[in-house]
């Protein structure tokens, strides 16, 4: 492949990953509220227009109409870019490390599912049980059929990874009485221990808790909160999730010796 060929490959997967990253924006809107994400089309949530093709062009819309509605001019919520561009970004990151492949897709499946989970836990708190569960399954598959991982360490994978943050859970909350990690986050390990393997949920859990630690003291810090502040964990472990696909392959080598 000669460099203008590969160049012109990386735009297209930018774009394509943009467009699916303005699906994302409907689900993260939509998913929370119980509404249909097909049904009806984009539109404006304060004056309910409908929105023109041309106003819906990932990134390069929000920038021509300055973030605001065209029609009742509302500022429209940053979410929407940096979503898309996050999922263009890890787009070409992922064909850069899988090529155009069934693996390719497989993981972006996977780190489209993460971006949905982010945004609406720190929007809501919450991690939607209609994405984990089902993805439990299905990315386990991926991880046998298309990613090549051991039935072994998939399925250890799934039973350490939601054991792990449920024994944490359980005894926080035994310890203080009060409810320091919810059931969405247990899923949530589970199902990236079914598709990166058992292996992978030291890293995660190692580079969640500094990062939340990090993040959470410093949120708390700017808020003037005390330590009962809650701050959503699932970002943290899908940034360190993210991180485990493109670097878990050292890291395993590393702590594992193989």
Known sequence: MTSLTYGFSILIMAVFGSIVGSFLNVCIYRIPEGQSIAFPGSHCPQCEQPIKFYDNIPIVSYLILRGRCRTCKTEISPQYPIVEFITASLSVLLFWRYGLSLQYLAAFSFTCALIIITFIDLKHQIIPDII?????????????????????????????????????????????????????????????????????????????????????????????????????????????????????????????LR
């Open 132 to 256: 984990t569960l089902p993805g439990i399954p299905v990315f386990f598959l991926f991880a046998i059929f298309i990613m090549n991982l051991r039935l072994i360490d998939a399925v250890m994978g799934i039973i350490i990874g939601g054991g792990i943050l449920y024994v944490i859970a359980f005894a926080y909350e035994l310890l203080r009485k009060t409810e320091g990690m919810g059931g969405g986050d247990i899923k949530l390990l589970a199902m990236m221990g079914g598709f990166l393997g058992w292996q992978s949920l030291w890293f995660i859990i190692m580079v969640s808790s500094i990062l939340g630690a990090v993040i959470g003291i410093t949120a708390m810090m700017m808020k003037k909160k005390d330590m009962q502040y809650a701050v959503p964990f699932g970002p943290f472990l899908s940034v360190a999730a993210v991180g485990y696909l493109f670097f878990g392959e050292y890291v395993t080598r590393l702590l594992f």
